[in-house]
């Protein structure tokens, strides 16, 4: 499954959103080095979605606002 993320980091505070089943914005405190963002964005993903963190990927957008998470069951 594919979920589209329109990521905000170092952000004053963490915040989830979900637009649709498979879009969410999501917001940070970490800063994008060293892909502390990523990380931080990752686990809030899994996280909303109950999910565990292991079982989330980032596909696309390393370095993008926009990104591809995918989730393997």
Known sequence: MKIFVTAKAKAREERVEQ??????????KEPPIDGKANSAIARALAGHL???R????????????????????
Not at 54 to 73: D, N
């Open 19 to 28: 637009i649709d089943e498979t879009h969410f914005k999501i917001a940070v």
């Open 50 to 52: 109950g999910i565990p």
């Open 54 to 73: 292991s079982t989330v990927f980032l596909k696309q957008g390393t370095s993008a606002r926009e990104k591809v998470f995918e989730i393997i069951f």
